[in-house]
């Protein structure tokens, strides 16, 4: 019994948005005729494949029991300074890679106040959600800037037989290595550890500074990728694009099964929760249910996986305190 | 520890069954729309939800859909935000629509998608905002009125109240609101008009679209021109403040007021007596002529161009200007006999 329990505790996390994720699908083609259709099915990940990108960055944040609010504002810093970039006739490739290093130097930023200058990331992040989206607005005024015409449309490239969008599959790829560098590799066990007691890992040796910088420095890659990624689907940047998107990333990440409190998290959890999100939006939306009741069913579902999540682990965390896994 | 198996096993089944039950609540309408068969279904895509403004344009698209025959559907985004209506439109053309009628949040962001849906054979048209600079992307488009016509109108409205003459000023919002100047200059030159001759703007006051503000610059107005016979605001909140005023001061009838404003906002006013008139252009008539124009198009009985004439039942002749942009109608004036039939 114990060892089933055992073996039933370490995939529960994943459990819960793997359920609801197939009641979606279920539910989603009885709401409308229209909903299973692979091809758009697939397209329609590429709506919530940026914010799937940031969820990635937020799994390690949140697991080493820090938040990045400015995920959200860094994202569209770099989709502004990455479009004006190439407006003014940098080569693409130079200008994509100085936007992508932008995003992670934006991350580093919100690392070392929190790792060096011992300040809460809650606080630190707030600071650089308003700062960043604000150089983005001071940089680009109301106007918007078009992002060139050859590179625009990346929801329209597919991989080799046409119905893998690119967006999906490159969010697949980064999900899976991440998720492995989380889980496998020693880097990934020491987040943990830090999210579970950040005094006793630095007892036990490790560079707990070091490690945060790191996970704030990846946060802020991904939010680099996330944003041209963004310029590229939608042809244009604005400075409020993607206004707000840091609580659906939060949301995300903490319905896959990641503890809010750190030491505990699950990228496939993540992974999961990101797809139950974009089901319960493309059924709801397919069906034209109207968005005040859209918005109330995907709070529902929200707090019905959390109430579940919290009836599992109660039985083996007794409560508040998150478990390194 | 078999407890909590249970519990949590108990917890999936019932989720589980709520969303089932949810869905079969809902199937039953699906299955009522889609069985109209054959039938045009149209949607409309407002900016944001709760604005009765959009509930005004939503209920000319029912007008019309009723008269014609056609499924009509109407969803809008949470927030106005640039991005909102991306998903909705993806989920539109998913669902096989033949119209989509969209009050566009952002002039840029939807080229893509707007595309798709063209792709798709849907027609595509933009009501009350366009998509400056991006018009390819959309069939043609329906504003509100030909704003170069509105400070004659205004100027008209007053002078039918104080037979022509006397001493007149302005309120205006801020002093660089594009819109507002281009409604004043168009003020000053139906001023110059012989028929007008006898109006003298003796002052342009800016009450910045703050009600404190506004309220102190008319009833600066008021005390600087005793022999102030009319003042009109061509902006809500000044029109608002004006006849907060004036109603104060008591200085109504003797002083006319008028401006540009909604019926909800006015309604008291109009009934106090303390404004006669006011103008706006009609969004239920916009919502109707985009309707039906869309639904010409679609059935092929209108070709979009510039300069090319058209006629809608029920609704008359208009015809496309530059960018295939239709021009709902002139300003309407609502009035104690007409504001009540308005609920925006």
Not at chain 1, 232 to 250: C, K, M, P, T
Not at chain 2, 32 to 50: E, W
């Amino acid at each position: 019994m114990a060892a089933l329990q055992e073996r039933f505790a370490v995939k529960r996390a994943e459990l819960v948005p793997l359920g609801l994720l197939a009641a979606a699908m279920i539910a989603g083609g009885m709401l409308s005729p229209h909903f299973w259709d692979l091809r758009y099915l697939l397209d329609s990940t590429s709506l919530h494949v940026e914010t799937g990108l940031l969820v990635i960055g937020m799994t390690f944040v949140i697991a080493l029991g820090q938040i990045d609010l400015s995920a959200a504002s860094n994202l569209a810093l770099v989709s502004c300074a990455t479009a004006k970039l190439l407006q003014m006739g940098v080569h693409p490739a130079v200008g994509i890679c100085i936007g992508i290093g932008l995003g992670t130097m934006l991350g580093i930023v919100n690392g070392l106040l929190v790792a060096y200058a011992n300040l809460p990331s809650f606080l630190v992040t707030l600071g650089t959600l308003a700062l960043y989206r604000g150089i983005a607005q001071a940089l680009m005024g109301a106007a918007s800037v078009k992002f060139p015409e050859s590179l625009c449309g990346i929801d329209r490239w597919y991989l080799p037989g046409g119905i893998v969008p690119v967006p999906f599959a490159v969010f697949v790829v980064l999900a899976a290595a991440f998720g492995v560098a989380l889980a496998k590799t020693t880097f990934g066990r020491r987040v943990i550890a830090i999210g579970a007691n950040s005094t006793a890992s630095e007892y036990s040796a490790i560079k707990v500074n070091r490690i945060v910088l790191s996970v704030f420095a990846l946060s802020g890659l991904m939010a680099g990728i996330a944003g041209v990624m963004m310029d590229s689907r939608l042809g244009v940047a604005r400075y409020d694009h993607a206004r707000g998107l840091e609580l659906e990333v939060i949301t995300a990440t903490v319905l896959g099964g990641t503890s809010i409190y750190g030491g505990k998290a699950t990228m496939t959890g993540s992974f999961l929760a990101l797809l139950l999100m974009a089901a319960v939006h493309v059924s709801l939306g397919l069906a034209n249910v109207k968005t005040e009741i859209q918005l109330t069913i995907i709070g529902a579902v929200l707090v019905l996986t959390l109430a579940i999540g919290g009836v599992f682990s109660g039985a083996k965390a007794g409560g508040l305190a998150g478990r390194a896994e | 520890m078999p407890n909590r198996c249970i519990v949590s096993k108990v917890w999936v089944v019932l989720s589980l069954l709520g969303m089932l039950f949810f869905a079969a609540c809902e199937k039953r309408e699906t299955v009522q729309n889609n069985s109209s068969g054959s039938r045009l279904s149209v949607v409309y895509i407002p900016k944001n939800t709760g604005n009765p403004y959009f509930n005004e344009i939503v209920a000319g698209f029912e007008e019309v859909c009723k008269q014609q025959g056609c499924e009509f559907s109407t969803i809008a985004p949470s927030t106005a935000e640039a991005t909102s209506q991306i998903p909705i439109l993806k989920e539109q053309i998913q669902r096989g629509v033949n119209i989509i009628a969209i009050s566009p949040n952002s002039p840029d962001a939807l080229n893509a998608v707007l595309d798709d849906a063209r792709k798709a054979g849907i027609v595509v048209i933009t009501v009350d905002a366009d998509l400056a600079g991006n018009e390819a992307h959309r069939d043609a488009s329906v504003l509100p009125t030909d704003f170069s016509k509105v400070g004659e109108s205004q100027i008209e409205l007053l002078g039918s109240q104080i037979g022509y003459q006397g001493e007149i000023a302005i309120l205006s919002a801020t002093r660089d609101a594009p819109n507002q100047n281009a409604w004043i200059a168009g003020m000053k030159d139906a001023l110059a008009q012989p028929k007008y001759s006898k109006m003298k703007l003796v002052e342009i006051a800016y009450g910045d679209d703050e009600p404190q503000k506004s309220a102190t610059e008319a009833e600066g107005l008021l005390t600087k021109h005793p022999n102030l016979r009319g003042i009109v605001s061509p902006t809500s909140v000044g029109l608002a403040a004006a006849a907060q005023a004036l109603q104060i001061a008591n200085k109504y009838p003797s002083v006319a007021l008028t401006g540009l404003s909604t019926p909800n906002q006015m309604r008291k006013f109009v009934q106090d007596g303390v404004v006669k008139a006011f103008q706006l252009w009609s969004p239920r008539e916009m919502g109707r002529l985009a309707c039906s124009l869309a639904i010409s198009i679609k059935q092929g009985k209108v070709k979009p161009g510039e300069g090319v004439e058209f006629e809608l039942p029920e609704i008359g002749k208009r015809s496309f200007g530059k960018n295939n942009v239709v021009i709902t109608g002139p300003l309407v004036t609502f009035d104690q006999n007409t504001i009540n039939e308005y609920h925006f």
